[in-house]
């Protein structure tokens, strides 16, 4: 798109916003400073890179199988730097456990250390990219149905251990990058069918939670995530989001959001207000449920516009952190990847940009048929030459550039994998 079209249509939409009351170059100022924790699981399937037999389950489930999907470090690390030149802003990589840099060696999961991902600290560090991390209970032999609140003291010790070594790992990344590292914390353990000890189970797992986070550390910051159910495990879920909630307020840790891991019917943004008066923090994961939690690639609809604005209006962007957690192996993993990011900032954007300041007074005057109007009309202000005009300054393909980009990126290296 030629630059002189994007700048004129820019300074138009400039001026339009003014008119209700919207500085746009703050906005953009603003919009560059959203860092999305980008999932490293996309460009791999969530595979990892360890060298134990990987049983899958628990919850986890790429569908699909188009080919060029990374194959070892060396190809997701190239896949991620393609990634970086198709979006603007300075952002975050979000690692499982499972992504360390192990060699050849055999290294259990009570066994990672940060020695297993200083590579992945160096080549960050090299990127200009801050480092979050996840512990990885599923897709393991002592995985089963339940791992932290397992009755079984072997196996619930076992993933208690690999918890706090994981919790060290995100210390040491939060050091070595002088900014906090986050790390998730999310277990698949439940019940297919029904269960008469739930109130034992949840126990056990405040039991294990305790023991976990007994250590207190300065460089990295603990986020525990719900869900309603995982594939297999449909009647019952240890952690579920009224347990977590609870946790979360009692011990005052950050609760994580995942889009897709409540019911379809419920408003994700409508619980951003009611955690942050009793939280310190909030994560976000940032997928597209259809159906169930199917983990679609991430797009600019009603659910995400509706997220980011009620964070913007929450005036909530430093207690807010932002990732995206989905993995869709049935289109280009890299395209993917840059939908889910674009649509992101996308919603970010809107939400910086909507006349909040009228749209208050309008509310504290009982104005309720003009808050009504302006927040329709609001829809339609040229929000999208604004963003042409982010990703112009951001020297980065404007509007449906990147398609092409990313179809010659198949074609020179991932069409290339076997």
């Given at each position: 798109m030629k630059?002189?079209?994007?700048?004129k249509?820019?300074?138009?939409?400039k001026e339009?916003?003014q008119?209700?009351?919207?500085?746009?170059?703050?906005?953009?100022?603003?919009?560059?400073?959203?860092?999305?924790s980008?999932?490293?699981?996309?460009?791999?399937d969530?595979?990892?890179f360890?060298?134990l037999?990987?049983?899958?389950?628990g919850?986890i489930?790429?569908t699909?199988?188009?080919?060029?999907?990374?194959?070892?470090?060396?190809e997701?690390?190239?896949?991620?730097?393609?990634?970086?030149?198709?979006?603007?802003?300075?952002?975050?990589l979000?690692?499982?456990?499972?992504y360390?840099?192990?060699?050849?060696?055999v290294?259990?999961?009570?066994?990672?250390?940060?020695?297993?991902f200083?590579s992945?600290?160096?080549?960050?560090?090299?990127?200009g990219?801050k480092?979050?991390?996840?512990?990885?209970s599923?897709?393991?032999?002592?995985s089963g149905?339940?791992t932290?609140a397992?009755?079984?003291?072997?196996?619930?010790e076992?993933?208690?251990?690999?918890?706090?070594?994981?919790?060290?790992i995100?210390?040491?990344?939060?050091?070595?990058?002088?900014?906090?590292?986050?790390m998730n914390?999310?277990?698949h353990?439940?019940s297919?069918d029904?269960?008469?000890n739930?109130?034992?189970?949840r126990?056990?797992l405040?039991?294990?939670?305790?023991?976990?986070?007994?250590?207190?550390y300065?460089?990295?910051?603990?986020?525990?995530?719900a869900k309603l159910?995982?594939i297999?495990?449909?009647?019952?879920?240890v952690?579920s989001?009224?347990f977590y909630?609870g946790?979360?307020?009692?011990?005052?840790?950050?609760?994580?959001?995942d889009?897709?891991?409540?019911?379809?019917?419920?408003?994700?943004?409508?619980k951003?207000?009611?955690?942050?008066l009793?939280t310190?923090e909030?994560?976000?994961?940032?997928?597209?449920p259809?159906r169930w939690d199917?983990?679609?690639?991430t797009?600019l609809?009603?659910?995400?516009?509706?997220?980011?604005k009620?964070?913007?209006?929450?005036?909530?962007?430093?207690?807010?952190?932002i990732?995206?957690?989905?993995?869709?192996a049935?289109?280009?993993?890299?395209?993917a990847?840059v939908?889910g990011i674009?649509?992101?900032q996308?919603?970010?954007?809107q939400?910086l940009?909507?006349?909040?300041?009228t749209?208050?007074?309008?509310?504290?005057n009982?104005q309720?048929?003009?808050?009504l109007?302006?927040?329709?009309?609001a829809?339609?202000l040229?929000?999208?030459?604004?963003w042409?005009y982010?990703?112009?300054?951001?020297?980065?393909?404007?509007?449906?550039e990147?398609i092409?980009?990313?179809?010659?990126?198949?074609k020179d290296?991932?069409?290339?994998?076997?």
């Amino acid at each position: 798109m030629k630059t002189e079209l994007v700048q004129k249509a820019y300074e138009i939409a400039k001026e339009r916003y003014q008119a209700v009351g919207v500085n746009v170059d703050d906005v953009l100022a603003k919009l560059q400073q959203i860092a999305i924790s980008i999932h490293c699981w996309q460009s791999d399937d969530v595979t990892g890179f360890e060298k134990l037999d990987n049983l899958g389950g628990g919850g986890i489930q790429a569908t699909g199988n188009y080919p060029g999907k990374a194959r070892n470090i060396n190809e997701l690390r190239q896949d991620i730097e393609k990634v970086l030149t198709l979006v603007g802003g300075k952002h975050r990589l979000n690692l499982h456990a499972i992504y360390g840099d192990f060699g050849d060696k055999v290294v259990d999961r009570n066994e990672i250390e940060p020695a297993h991902f200083q590579s992945w600290m160096d080549w960050a560090k090299e990127k200009g990219l801050k480092l979050d991390f996840n512990s990885t209970s599923f897709g393991h032999p002592k995985s089963g149905d339940l791992t932290l609140a397992n009755p079984d003291k072997a196996i619930r010790e076992f993933w208690i251990e690999h918890t706090k070594r994981s919790r060290a790992i995100s210390e040491a990344m939060g050091k070595f990058q002088n900014d906090p590292c986050i790390m998730n914390l999310w277990i698949h353990d439940g019940s297919k069918d029904l269960t008469v000890n739930r109130y034992k189970y949840r126990q056990i797992l405040e039991q294990s939670l305790d023991d976990i986070f007994a250590t207190d550390y300065k460089n990295m910051k603990d986020c525990i995530e719900a869900k309603l159910f995982g594939i297999a495990l449909e009647s019952y879920t240890v952690g579920s989001y009224d347990f977590y909630l609870g946790y979360g307020a009692k011990k005052q840790k950050m609760v994580t959001l995942d889009t897709g891991h409540f019911h379809l019917s419920e408003s994700i943004a409508d619980k951003i207000s009611a955690l942050l008066l009793f939280t310190p923090e909030i994560m976000l994961h940032v997928s597209r449920p259809i159906r169930w939690d199917s983990d679609h690639v991430t797009i600019l609809n009603d659910d995400i516009t509706d997220l980011a604005k009620e964070i913007v209006r929450a005036e909530a962007l430093q207690r807010v952190h932002i990732g995206l957690d989905y993995f869709d192996a049935s289109i280009n993993r890299m395209g993917a990847y840059v939908i889910g990011i674009r649509a992101t900032q996308k919603a970010f954007l809107q939400a910086l940009l909507e006349p909040i300041a009228t749209l208050r007074n309008y509310e504290a005057n009982g104005q309720y048929f003009e808050r009504l109007a302006l927040l329709e009309e609001a829809k339609s202000l040229p929000w999208n030459a604004v963003w042409d005009y982010f990703c112009l300054k951001n020297n980065i393909a404007v509007g449906e550039e990147y398609i092409t980009e990313i179809q010659q990126y198949e074609k020179d290296v991932t069409a290339k994998r076997k």
